[in-house]
């Protein structure tokens, strides 16, 4: 009996607190945006109320959201609901297969930070922080929230850390080819370029809302980068290659609750075929099999001969290898599918949907001898969660916003009812 009695004490609070909302979320004459703002922010709080404080805050919480929203628009989350949802967004995101550890996320709150100047040594401190001498500490540093309607502010650079692409006058190119536009861009706003390596660091370009970007030096310090060699084969040293120890990521807005943090940069740790298998193998980037293989001794001529398997799993031996002999968090691929696999049964646990983009889960080496390649994963999109944003050099020129792309697939969102 006192089981059934609190149970329908529960329901009658919860119905109550159900009524209450509704209230709020159909009031008369509201503003369609902030309608908007304030659904997205409902929804986010009764999944934030649920995983961390229980409801008894929800309804009170939820008034002055509302209050807030239809006087300014938009409306201050607190640091632990900022948080909660940047891990969250982790979390939901469908094409990172490291989420086993989504709730590990160190989360530094830089909303105060107000000039590009401060920006950047935010960003310093964050490389110095998530390298941590090599221990990888997976960090996101959140700033200021972009006012609807107006423009956020933004880094230029998909990743904190990324290495320049020169274009020869003979056509070759030098460094990544990836990354020739922005370091073009980056010359037209003044920067001189470096010694002309394939290896130059791009400088950071950051740009506060209706201000023109600004340029900086990261400090060679405070980069930690790997040499690679290989176990076995001692030439492999002398092809000079090396590669960053840290992913920062930079250019996705954080979205959480309705509200847009367009500059809000955040790491994890390398896998290895990330490094291996695209930056240094991938045709379109480095292309290096050709040279590894040549150094093998392998026959090129023709494909069947699987000289570029042979080379391919040599690179990413060398990659491994490197990284764990200077003490630099890695992980591989048959290491990383088995830890996602475990991230699956802890969200079917918790009873969760887990949206997977199949093509981005499966590693680019050796995919079928891994777990989740024979797994049709489902893929949608969650919020909160970390969502592409278009070029900001760009968007002058009248090209399609990809944010917009990504509402075509939107998993249901349930709330308090």
């Known amino acids: 009996m006192a089981l059934r009695y609190v149970h329908q004490e529960k329901t009658v609070r919860e119905e109550t607190q159900h009524r209450e909302v509704m209230k709020m979320k159909y009031g008369e004459g509201v503003n369609n945006e902030r309608q908007r703002i304030f659904?997205?922010?409902m929804a986010y709080l009764s999944l934030y109320y649920r995983e961390q404080e229980g409801f008894d805050g929800f309804i009170p919480r939820m008034a002055r959201i509302h209050d807030e929203i239809m006087q300014t628009?938009?409306?201050w989350q607190g640091e632990k609901e900022l948080a909660h949802g940047a891990r969250v967004a982790w979390r939901n995101n469908s094409r990172c297969i490291g989420r086993l550890h989504w709730n590990s996320l160190a989360v530094r709150d830089m909303r105060h930070v107000q000039?590009?100047?401060e920006i950047y040594e935010a960003l310093v401190e964050h490389i110095r922080v998530a390298t941590n001498g090599g221990k990888i500490r997976s960090t996101i540093s959140i700033f200021a929230p972009q006012v609807p309607g107006e423009p956020g502010i933004r880094i230029w650079n998909p990743q904190l850390i990324r290495y320049a692409g020169y274009r020869q006058p003979n056509g070759l190119l030098i460094g990544d080819p990836m990354q020739e536009e922005l370091s073009e861009v980056a010359r037209q706003l003044g920067w001189q370029g470096g010694p002309g390596t394939p290896f130059d660091v791009l400088p950071?370009?950051?740009?506060?809302?209706?201000?023109?970007p600004m340029l900086f030096e990261l400090p060679h310090d405070v980069i930690l980068e790997v040499p690679l060699t290989h176990p076995e084969y001692a030439w492999?040293?002398?092809?000079?290659l090396k590669w960053h120890a840290l992913p920062v990521i930079s250019n996705m807005r954080l979205g959480v609750g309705g509200v847009s943090y367009t500059a809000a940069p955040f790491n994890g740790w390398y896998m290895g075929t990330e490094i291996g298998a695209r930056n240094l193998g991938d045709v379109e980037r480095?292309?290096?099999l050709p040279v590894i293989a040549e150094k093998m001794g392998l026959k090129t001529r023709l494909d069947r001969e699987l000289w570029k398997d042979r080379a391919l799993v040599e690179l990413n031996v060398a990659v491994l290898s490197s990284f764990t002999q200077h003490g630099v968090t890695i992980i591989?691929?048959?290491?990383?599918?088995?830890q996602?696999?475990?991230h699956q049964r802890n969200e079917e646990e918790a009873g969760r949907v887990l949206p997977a983009d199949w093509s981005w889960i499966v590693p680019p080496m050796s995919g079928s001898v891994t777990p989740v390649f024979h797994i049709p994963y489902k893929d949608c999109t969650l919020s909160p969660n970390f969502f592409p944003q278009q070029d900001p050099w760009k968007e002058a020129a009248g090209a399609v916003d990809v944010t917009q792309d990504q509402r075509r697939l939107t998993c249901p969102v349930e709330v308090i009812s």
């Open 115 to 117: 000039t590009a100047e």
């Open 204 to 212: 950071l370009i950051i740009q506060m809302p209706h201000q023109q």
């Open 340 to 342: 996602f696999m475990h």
């Open 236 to 240: 492999f040293e002398d092809l000079g």
């Open 73 to 75: 628009g938009t409306y």
């Open 332 to 338: 591989d691929h048959h290491t990383a599918s088995r």
């Open 286 to 288: 480095y292309n290096l």
């Open 39 to 41: 659904m997205e922010a």
